[in-house]
């Protein structure tokens, strides 16, 4: 049974980093695409970032490009999402995503998810 959990979430102001992790179990982790996805209220759900495990190669949404990062550390099959310079439009819930059929920034690519972490920007 996969399970992926995420921590990190939190409250910052304008300007801050958060990190988050997902931390993965009960797959093949390596060689997989995860991706990192956000929801804010009353909106679609939206594809951050994504990383294939084998390689490391990641992509970003455009909104985060340039102020968030994908990093992993395959010893303890844990994919984490650096944010620096966060805005309040990057308020929502972010969920780790995994089982992708191709590692990009599509929802329906992606057969697993977590139960998702708050993050909460403020001006």
């Known amino acids: 049974q996969v399970q992926l959990v995420e921590s990190g979430g939190g409250s910052v102001q304008a300007g801050g980093s958060l990190r988050l992790s997902c931390a993965a179990s009960?797959?093949?982790?390596?060689?997989?695409?995860m991706g990192w996805f956000r929801q804010a209220p009353g909106k679609e759900r939206e594809g951050v970032a994504a990383?294939?495990?084998?390689?490391?190669?990641?992509i970003f949404a455009d909104s985060v490009k340039g102020r968030f990062t994908v990093s992993q550390d395959n010893a303890k099959n844990t994919v984490y999402l650096q944010m620096n310079s966060l805005k309040p439009e990057d308020t929502a819930m972010y969920y780790c995503a995994a089982e992708g059929s191709w590692c990009g920034l599509e929802a329906q690519e992606y057969n697993s998810w977590g139960q998702g972490t708050q993050v909460t920007v403020s001006s």
């Open positions: 009960g797959y093949t982790y390596s060689s997989n695409c």
């Open positions: 990383i294939y495990t084998g390689s490391g190669s990641t």
